[in-house]
């Protein structure tokens, strides 16, 4: 039973490129209205024309209509948290099968669905290892939430559209350019087979970077000139090894710290930046150059800062920073340059003309008011069970495969100390699988961190 909703509302540049082909996923208009102060300059010239761009209707709660069935893979915090949001997204939706690649993962969901949500997991709807998402797509389900570390999705992105399963895919959505092309493969035949896909760039459906760029796209800013965007915060969890646990353990409870399971943060967390630029400007990058270092960091092999420039489509130039360390400033947003003016999503989705005056700003007060559910990683799943439930298929991941490239170009640019090519890098046969994956002893001697300039 579930209780109904209460809203109303490696060396890498040997091979050929492959075209990077990442379109327009839809359009629409935005079914609500937002209040903001002061607003764009009259006569600007839109950058698109509207229904040339996507996008979403964000309501309180999804419509009614048929019953969806999920499953989700990857129970821990994210996994956790995504099984709600779905939940919290719509009635009529449940979840039926769980898996991890550890018991206490999917037992410790299994009781949350129990306790908050009056939904039992059977044992036989508990899967574990690493073939635990083929059980739990195999399942009765409609919809798959993904939320595994970033090395696995590709796959179980490539079977869950195998056997027609709609997708929610946390980000990032693959760490190395093997795993970008699964992706890209597995997003056109979702597309052929009118399936619905969202990926976890919640910021897509963060009301507030919805009117920014809808008036970004309105000319606001004019046309875009640059921009720079940034995730410096302080260090991130780890976890100590516990003296039962073994290799694969390990690295796996402890994965945001090892670059083969989550792309190192400039992939796995910064992404969230470099997406709100490759969005808003329509732009993919064509090279890349910058540094990072590791300075701080207490496990695994990553580093915990870099800063890259990044050449865009078309000339103008993206400046990437983030950094994971404590006792630093801290910020996270962006911030694009245009003709006419700018726009910052620091202190709350600003744009100001080149005088520097604000012209318009977006009213997250006005929002509160209008609206139960202001919560972006809930209102995907508003989008993502509407789509579904409309017959009207959204495509992300082939867009957010873009700015998952861009941040492996950017790692590996710092990795080596080379510049790195769009063209180069998603030809690559640049693959972070380990060579003797199991669940159990590892060869443990390759995770070693990077030394720029040694070609290592």
């Known amino acids: 039973m579930k209780k109904e909703n209460n809203l109303t509302r490696r060396s890498f540049l040997k091979t050929s490129a492959v075209a990077g082909a990442v379109g327009v996923i839809g359009t629409g208009s935005a079914g609500f209205l937002t209040s903001c102060s002061g607003g764009g300059k009259e006569g600007n010239a839109p950058l698109r024309e509207p229904g040339t761009y996507y996008i979403p209707e964000l309501p309180d709660l999804a419509t009614d209509g048929k019953e969806l069935k999920a499953g989700v893979v990857g129970c821990g915090g994210r996994g956790s948290g995504a099984a709600m949001n779905f939940l919290n997204a719509a009635n009529g939706v449940t979840i ?18 129990k306790d908050e949500k009056n939904i039992d997991i059977p044992a036989d709807k508990r899967f574990v290892g690493l073939d635990a998402y083929k059980q739990v797509i195999d399942s009765d389900i409609d919809v798959l939430i993904d939320c595994t570390p970033p090395f696995f999705r590709p796959e ?3 079977y869950a559209v ?27 035949q979702a597309q052929a087979k009118n399936l619905s896909v969202v990926t976890g760039t919640q910021r897509h459906h963060q009301r507030g970077y919805v009117e920014s760029f809808k008036q970004i796209m309105n000319g606001a800013i004019g046309e875009i000139t640059g921009g720079t965007v940034y995730w410096n915060q302080s260090q991130l969890w780890y976890r100590d090894r516990q003296p039962q646990w073994n290799d694969f353990e ?22 969230h930046n470099i997406d709100v630029f490759t969005w808003f400007s329509g732009l993919k990058p064509v090279s890349a150059v910058g540094f990072g270092s590791r300075q701080r960091r207490v496990t695994g092999d990553q580093y915990d800062n870099f800063s890259i420039d990044f050449t865009m489509e078309n000339g103008i130039h993206m400046h990437s920073m983030c950094r994971q360390i404590n006792g630093c400033a801290n910020n996270v947003s962006e911030f694009i340059q245009g ?16 005088a520097g005056n604000v012209i318009w700003q977006y009213d997250s007060e006005a929002e509160k ?9 809930t209102l995907e799943h508003v989008n993502l069970i509407n789509c579904i439930r409309g017959n009207k298929p959204i495509e992300q991941a082939s867009e957010t495969a873009v700015s998952n490239m861009a941040g492996i170009m950017g790692r590996e640019a710092a990795y080596t100390g080379q510049q790195v090519t769009w063209d180069a890098m998603t030809a ?27 070609g290592k």
């Open 369 to 377: 008011a209008t609206f139960q559910q202001t919560d972006p990683y």
């Open 162 to 188: 195998e056997k027609n399963k709609h997708s929610f895919l946390e980000k990032p959505i693959c760490v190395d350019s093997a795993g970008y092309r699964t992706i890209v493969a597995a997003a056109r």
């Open 250 to 271: 390990f690295m796996v409870r402890d994965w945001v710290n090892w670059k083969w399971l989550s792309g190192d943060h400039i992939v796995e967390q910064h992404v």
């Open 339 to 354: 003709t006419k003016g700018s726009w910052s999503s620091n202190g709350g989705h600003v744009i100001k003309d080149l």
């Open 96 to 113: 039926v099968a769980l898996g991890d690649v550890f018991q206490d993962k999917v037992d410790k969901l299994a009781e949350k669905l």
């Open 156 to 158: 179980h992105f490539r």
């Open 428 to 454: 690559a046969p640049l693959d972070y699988t380990p060579a003797d994956l199991n669940i159990g002893k590892m060869d443990m001697s390759g995770f070693t961190v990077p030394v720029p300039g040694s």
